[in-house]
């Protein structure tokens, strides 16, 4: 059964950093995509950062400033975020998709961030 759970989310100050972890279980992810999302209040999910085995990338805002990063031992995915503000204010979510699909087909519960002073 795949599962993904999400961690380290909490409230940080703007400038802040806060790091991210997804640990996955039931599958292995070597053969999946890794993704990292988000959702703002009142707002649609977005996509921030992926991992595959082409090598790594981030969108829009959370370029330069994300990190995406993958421990395939520890079967974990986690996203380094520095110099944050309000507008970070979100529900992030992990995502995971097999390498050959088109769609995220699997997704963890989300864990919220908060970036207020």
């Known amino acids: 059964q795949v599962q993904l759970v999400e961690s380290g989310g909490g409230l940080v100050q703007p400038g802040g950093s806060l790091r991210l972890s997804c640990t996955a279980s039931?599958?292995?992810?070597?053969?999946?995509?890794m993704g990292w999302f988000r959702q703002p209040p009142g707002k649609e999910r977005e996509s921030l950062c992926a991992?595959?085995?082409?090598?790594?990338y981030c969108l829009g805002s959370a370029k330069g400033r994300f990190t995406i990063s993958k421990d395939t031992a520890k079967a974990t995915v986690d996203l380094q975020m520095d110099n944050l503000t309000s507008e970070d204010t979100a529900e992030y979510f992990c995502?995971?998709?097999?390498?050959?699909?088109?769609?995220?087909?699997?997704w963890g519960q989300g864990t919220q961030v908060t970036v207020s002073s």
């Open positions: 995502g995971a998709k097999l390498s050959i699909s088109s769609t995220w087909d699997y």
């Open positions: 039931g599958f292995t992810l070597t053969y999946y995509d």
């Open positions: 991992i595959s085995w082409a090598g790594t």
